[in-house]
Nanobody, 126 residues
Framework: QVQLVESGGGLVQTGGSLRLSCAASGRTFSSYYYAMGWFRQAPGKEREFVAGINWSGGSTDYADSVKGRFTIARDNAKNTVYLQMNSLKPEDTAVYYC?????????????????WGQGTQVTVSS
């Protein structure tokens, strides 16, 4: 099993920045390769993909809505994934979730994740 704990959410003004962290733990996490991703869900909307990173950190993928503003990175020595969010907009307001999926290849995933964190609230005021 894998446990994911997000942190770093909060209230920020338009144009501001936040960095989310996702700490992973579990008996198998250090023994296998895991692709990681960030998703978000705004009130009344479905959860959507934000960013993904492969197990090595060498490949990333972003939703068009955040490309150029958000950066995903990982530190495998710390079992932690980050989401640096710059130039935040009110439409970025949502609960942000970290996700993990065990993989055999170096793919970046947009879906199919089995493990999820509890989420952290990000609110961008106008």
């Amino acid at each position: 099993q894998v446990q994911l704990v997000e942190s770093g959410g909060g209230l920020v003004q338009t144009g501001g920045s936040l960095r989310l962290s996702c700490a992973a733990s579990g008996r198998t996490f250090s023994s296998y390769y895991y692709a990681m991703g960030w998703f978000r869900q705004a009130p009344g909307k479905e959860r959507e993909f934000v960013a993904g990173i492969n197990w090595s950190g060498g490949s990333t993928d972003y939703a068009d809505s955040v490309k150029g503003r958000f950066t995903i990175a990982r530190d495998n020595a710390k079992n932690t994934v980050y989401l640096q969010m710059n130039s935040l907009k009110p439409e970025d307001t949502a609960v942000y979730y970290c996700a993990a999926e065990r993989v055999r290849l170096g793919n970046v995933l947009r879906s199919g994740y089995d493990y999820w964190g509890q989420g952290t609230q990000v609110t961008v005021s106008s």
